[in-house]
């Protein structure tokens, strides 16, 4: 449970910006995003290696 402490005068706006931080750290939003459609062993493997593949690029494009 997310429990927010909002002090006295606090505007709400500020209270609900807290909870919505708080909320997208837990990573519930992205869990249910994943657990929609199952993917393979080899794709989940196959889009990291592809991922770094992209990184290691962008790294060496950096120092340039």
Known sequence: MIVVPVKEGENIDRALKKFKRKFEKTGVV?????RQAFKKPSVERRELIIKAVYKEQMYKTEDI
């Not at 992205?30 to 994943?34: A, D, F, P, T």
């Open 30 to 34: 992205k869990e249910l995003r994943v």
